[in-house]
């Protein structure tokens, strides 16, 4: 008896499991060379179509893959409250996939994901390789199932729809503000570990710097306060920083505990602005200047743009950029 599935046969067809199914049962619906080609894989594989495979054509499921890099953020939580405000009001179930490279390697969650048949796919993580967005393609093209980058983006390429804000141009406003209050050594805190959206930042932060013709310095640390808060202590030795531009609140409020433990004063001495105005900005003392990026606005509209795709509705944009501020709290010389 054969044991290979439906899914088996989709992936060597390179088609959809509903294209699989059509074949099957309605196949004047289907193109001849993709029906031809899906009859043959049948005959090649053995595969035995079940229930299940007859009902899938007219099977509509309502449910939503959202693949985050990790839940602590407190960015990926309020932006899990846009999703699934969106969701709500269409219908739609949430299935929730935690990215854990140790554990699982992504492709394996991806086609975990192809299997469970949902209707589409947010995708939240923003350490993007070349590899990972190919195989985020395959996904869209060949399984057809319509995919939205929310909160990230893989630039010089519009295939897959994003949902963001300009990170360049808010990395470039953040550190100009900087500039004006009369810091002269200013750091851009950034991530060991290479994501999209800090490249962004950084790009925007080395232009404001050069237009001022100032020496352009990154620091590169860890998220894990464990981590960062002993770089940042040795950084206190040996460098001399008068303004900081982290790439996130909660590395900002641990420079300036850090700073604070030092006996540097903010802003007196340092001027620390952060990026996304989350919780973590209202709590620190003092007040953490921000990016306020929109968080809760981009998990919704990337929800919204998504029941478009998956209604196959027209879209007129795909990278769509949603606006930004400046919030200017007393972490910085505010004048």
Same mark, same amino acid.
């Given at each position: ?20 199914? &059509? ?11 993709? &029906? ?18 007859? +009902? ?19 960015? *990926?939580?309020?932006?899990?409250? +846009? ?27 991806? !086609?975990?994901?192809?299997?469970? #048949? ?25 399984? #057809?199932?319509? /995919? ?20 360049? !141009? ?8 900087? $500039? ?5 050594? *200013? ?16 790009? +925007? ?8 013709? /100032? ?9 894990? *306060? ?38 540097? !004063?903010?802003?007196?001495? $340092?001027?620390? @602005?952060?990026? #996304? ?17 929109? $968080?809760?606005?981009?998990? @919704? ?13 027209? *879209?007129?944009?795909? &990278?769509? !950029? ?14």
């Amino acid at each position: 008896m054969s044991k290979a599935t439906i899914y088996d046969v989709a992936g060597a067809a390179r088609v959809s499991l509903a294209t699989v199914s &059509r074949a099957i049962n309605n196949p004047e619906k289907v193109k001849p060379e993709t &029906r031809e080609r899906v009859l043959r894989v049948i005959e090649e594989l053995g595969y035995k179509p079940n229930a299940f495979a007859k +009902g899938l054509a007219s099977r509509k499921s309502t449910t939503v893959a959202v693949i985050v890099p990790d839940m602590s953020r407190a960015s *990926i939580a309020e932006m899990m409250n +846009g999703i699934a405000d969106i969701a709500r009001v269409y219908k739609y179930a949430i299935l929730l996939y935690i990215l854990d490279h140790e554990e699982t390697p992504e492709e394996d969650i991806l !086609k975990e994901i192809v299997a469970a #048949q949902v209707d589409g796919i947010l995708y939240l993580n923003d350490e993007i390789t070349e590899k990972q967005y190919d195989f985020l393609l395959k996904i869209k093209n060949e399984y #057809q199932i319509p /995919l939205v980058l929310t909160n990230t983006i893989y630039p010089g390429s519009d295939e897959i729809p994003s949902v963001s804000i300009d990170y360049e !141009k808010a990395g470039y406003e953040i550190t100009k503000k900087l $500039i004006e209050d009369g810091r002269h050594n *200013i750091y851009m805190v950034s991530t060991v570990r290479k994501y999209m959206v800090n490249d962004l930042k950084e790009a +925007g932060y080395l232009r404001a710097i050069s237009e001022a013709n /100032l020496t352009p310095r990154i620091m590169r640390t860890s998220g894990r *306060i464990s981590i960062n808060t002993e770089h940042f202590n040795e950084y206190f030795k040996d460098h001399k920083v008068d303004g900081i531009v982290a790439v996130r609140d909660s590395i900002a409020v641990s420079f300036m505990n850090v700073a604070r433990e030092n006996h540097v !004063k903010i802003p007196e001495d $340092i001027s620390v @602005a952060g990026f #996304q105005n989350t919780k973590y900005a209202l709590l620190a003392r003092p007040q953490l200047t921000c990016v306020d990026v929109p $968080i809760y606005d981009i998990g @919704a509209v990337g929800m919204r743009l998504l029941t478009k795709l998956m209604n196959q509705e027209d *879209i007129t944009e795909p &990278r769509v !950029k949603l606006d930004h501020s400046l919030v200017l709290r007393d972490s910085t010389i505010n004048t």
